[in-house]
């Protein structure tokens, strides 16, 4: 009964991040693509949705915070280390939290939305070059191999596109798009490392602890960068003269909230290999929504990059769950 129980309780997880997370990526491919009113205007400030997204995500998590304190249910601080962290302690891998998600939704100008979902798979590549050459790490063959599938998949999937999505796009420019998602890529492995350190520090810390100062500076980076840049009064603007661009931006902001709220209860229930793996094969299910929802076809060549990338990363998760060096889940990050 227990492991029926539990299944459920995995298929409803996996439900949820699947819900939030498709459903958000449709969005953010719409609110790119769409031509807005009579005079077909695009909406050209992508990087503010993850402003707007850390603000929903820190009130969301700063109520539940609160509830926790009040019902006496949250993690508990132990003497010590096991405090829980300040507040201020987020700042340095908020920062970079603020600017990689940034680059990799402005990549979307110049590239297509699958080809920047595979480019931001593909994490282990870089973290796997930079151990090899900088730290003197040794892999094992597998994982090289791994790699190097997931390499090939993405170098082929980039070599070419069809004409039908690249018309679609603001600001077709494939090797800005790729470079935009690998900077993203190389900020995200410091703000993982930042977050490492805090729970060092910290092995009391609670994930929504964390979920909800991460997303606390990164509301405050972004909304200084609004003002400061005068993109938030163009953004208040725009979305003034087109009030379904508001819904649709309410929409990517909840979808957010919502499938951080299940990651993080999927990472304490089940670990954080298993919510690896329903997060990379959610990826490819944006990679198919696109194509056959939205219409942006693939060609034949880039089905296989799809499944060389793919099957590299089921394969390193899989082979890492039988040896026993799953990673611990992060906090306030986007997936």
């Not at 680059?103 to 100008?109: D, E, Q, R, S, T």
Request: proline content about 4%; aromatic content about 12%; hydrophobic content about 45%.
């Amino acid at each position: 009964m227990a492991d029926v129980k539990s299944a459920g309780l995995l298929l409803f997880c996996t439900a949820g991040i699947y819900g939030a997370y498709l459903t958000q990526g449709l969005v953010s491919e719409h609110l790119q693509m769409k031509r807005y009113g009579a005079s077909q205007e695009r909406f050209g400030n992508l990087e503010a949705l993850n402003g707007a997204q850390s603000l929903m995500c820190f009130l969301w998590a700063y109520v539940l915070v609160a509830l926790q304190r009040r019902t006496g249910r949250g993690v508990k601080a132990a003497e010590g280390d096991a405090a829980l962290p300040s507040w201020w302690e987020y700042w340095r891998p908020a920062l970079t939290n603020a600017i990689g998600p940034a680059f990799g939704m402005v990549a979307l100008k110049n590239i297509s939305y699958p080809a920047q979902v595979l480019a931001k798979s593909t994490k282990m590549v870089p973290v796997m070059v930079v151990g090899t050459l900088l730290h003197r790490k040794r892999y094992s063959g597998f994982e090289y191999l791994c790699m190097s599938l997931i390499g090939v998949g993405v170098g082929l999937f980039a070599r070419r596109s069809s004409s039908k999505v690249t018309t679609k796009l603001a600001a077709p420019n494939a090797p800005l798009g790729y470079t935009l998602c690998f900077l993203n890529l190389f900020l995200d492995g410091y703000t993982n490392a930042a977050q490492d350190e805090i729970n060092h520090r910290h092995p009391g810390n609670s994930p929504i602890h964390m979920m909800c100062w991460m997303n606390f500076w990164c509301a405050l980076y972004y909304g200084a960068y609004l003002a400061v840049s005068g993109v938030g009064a163009g953004l208040a603007a725009f979305c003034a003269r087109h009030p379904d661009a508001t819904r649709d931006i309410l929409l990517f902001c909840v979808c957010g909230a919502v499938g951080q709220l299940f990651i993080f209860f999927t990472i304490k229930r089940f670990g954080s290999l298993v919510n690896t793996l329903i997060c990379t094969t959610r990826k490819f299910f944006n990679i198919l929504f696109s194509v056959l929802l939205v219409g942006n076809p693939l060609l034949p060549a880039q089905w296989v990059a799809v499944a060389l990338v793919f099957g590299g990363l089921i394969a390193s998760s899989l082979s890492k769950a039988h040896g026993g060096k799953g990673g611990g889940g992060k906090g306030g990050k986007g997936h």
